[in-house]
């Protein structure tokens, strides 16, 4: 059964560094999207992206955060600068259309 | 703006048992619905979804409701598991976008 992947599965780095989030959408997918949950926190919903720009984005996507789909099969999200703050589980979702989301497994972020 | 409660916040029962998780939103107009299950540090997956057309869905032993106009769904779990403790999620498609709820607990004592 085709799935969502997420890579890394865990990723360490130090507060102000660069981090990229991979994500490997289901292949006939057309939406994609990022979430994060912080600890003992709700899911939130970072952005949308459809037809190679994002469609929708919430307050907490801010200049610090942007989403690329560089080929056929990725879609990243790159933390600029990342802040202590940023420390939290990014889950990558896809989708045909506005229909049933398709979640990945998560990639946990920690920020030192 | 919408808002997504799930009530109780957490559960315990014995195998066996019926149960149902609720999940209430303030904004009518929405999408659908889905329902998920989160295991301790690990991904979403979805159970069941819910078109704002439909008034319940089912999948196994699992059944979900909507009322769209009062803005209630229900997760029913038919003869409980201990393989179903975990967190049960509600969220609302907000047009392209999943509002969560911050989900019911469940334990399944055997």
């Known amino acids: 059964e085709p799935e969502v992947t997420q890579t890394p599965s865990h990723q360490v780095t130090q507060m102000g560094q660069e981090v990229i989030l991979r994500c490997v959408p289901i292949s006939n997918h057309l939406y994609f999207y990022w979430y994060r949950q912080i600890l003992g926190q709700k899911v939130e919903f970072l952005v949308s992206?459809?037809?190679?720009?994002?469609?929708?984005k919430s307050e907490i996507f801010d200049d610090q955060f942007s989403v690329e789909r560089p080929d056929g099969s990725n879609f990243t999200l790159k933390i600029r600068s990342t802040k202590l703050e940023d420390s939290a589980m990014y889950f990558c979702a896809s989708s045909v259309g506005n229909n049933e989301q398709f979640f990945g497994p998560g990639t946990r972020l920690t920020v030192l | 703006k919408q808002e997504v409660t799930q009530i109780p916040a957490a559960l315990s029962v014995p195998e066996g048992e019926n149960l149902v998780l609720n999940c209430s939103f303030t904004d009518s107009a929405i999408y659908n619905l889905q329902w998920f299950r989160q295991d301790p540090g690990k991904g979403l997956t979805s159970l069941l979804l819910?078109?704002?057309?439909?008034r319940e869905q089912t999948s196994g032993r699992l059944n979900a409701s909507l009322d769209k106009s009062s803005g209630r769904s229900t997760l029913y779990i038919a003869a409980s598991q201990p393989g179903d403790s975990a967190t049960y999620l509600c969220?609302?498609?907000?047009?392209?976008?999943?509002?969560f709820g911050s989900g019911t607990r469940l334990l399944v004592r055997p």
């Open positions: 819910i078109q704002s057309s439909q």
């Open positions: 969220a609302v498609n907000d047009s392209y976008k999943l509002i």
């Open positions: 992206f459809y037809n190679n720009e994002i469609s929708e």
